[in-house]
Structures are given as C-alpha cells and as structure tokens.
C-alpha cells in the first residue's frame, strides 16, 4: 500500500496537465502588451509635438488691421493645438490596455520537479514542489 501511495505522488503530478497555460499564449499577451505600449508612446509624442507647434504658431501671429478677433495664425495655432491635446488623449486607451496584456502575461503556477544530481560517489535525486513564474 505504502508503494502505490508513492508511485502516486511522482506520477500524478507528472502526467496531470488542468489548468496550464501554453507558453505561446504567454508570449502572445506580452507581444500584444508591447504592442499597444509603441503605439500609445507615438500618439503621445506626436500628441506632444503638435501641441508645442501650435503654441508656437498661434504666439507668433502678427497684428493684422483687417482682423475682428483672431488672426489666422493663431487660429491654425489653436487648431494644431487641439489635435495635439486629442493624439495625447487618444494615447490612455492604449496604455491602459497595455497593462491589462501584461498583466495577462504574467502567470504563476505550481510546479513539481525531480532534480538529478551528478555527483562523483553516487547520483542523487531530489523531488522538489514550488511556484513557477513565467512572464
């Protein structure tokens, strides 16, 4: 009895395979992650770039006589400016998705091992129970 008992333990854990995830799901959630994180970075730099040329358009206006309100300069400078605040803006929804796939990717589960060690007297093994990281 004692001997089926142990043969269980090894062999269980072995050949029992619920609820693991497949390396290439991982990867493809911390690909994904990558991904939305590029694509959030260019719309806020670009976001950024456009807001700085805006400023510096609609400051650099001249007076114009036949003007009521505005100039035309500063009003391509506030149009820039606006697009600029709406790429900057647009870029959240891509950072925050970002986060939700790298969390995705991150997986921790239970792990069982058999360590041989090769020692010069005699060979060792040793069974070892943990968590395994993968990310």
């Given at each position: ?17 619920a609820q693991q995830h497949k ?53 391509a400078g506030a149009g820039i ?55």
């Amino acid at each position: 009895m004692k001997n089926l008992f142990l043969i269980l333990v090894f062999i269980v854990p072995l050949t029992a395979t619920a609820q693991q995830h497949k390396n290439s799901e991982i990867n493809y959630y911390l690909q994904k992650s990558v991904s939305k994180k590029k694509t959030g970075n260019a719309l806020l730099l670009s976001g950024t770039g456009l807001i700085l040329t805006g400023i510096v358009v609609g400051t650099t206006a001249g007076k114009q006589n036949n003007a009521l309100f505005f100039s035309q300069n500063q009003i391509a400078g506030a149009g820039i400016f606006s697009l600029g605040v709406f790429s900057a803006l647009t870029s959240i929804p891509f950072y925050i998705s970002a986060n939700h796939n790298k969390k995705k990717s991150l997986k921790i589960s239970p792990t069982t091992e058999i360590i041989q060690t090769n020692s010069i007297s005699e060979p060792k093994n040793y069974a070892l129970a943990g968590l395994k990281i993968t990310f």
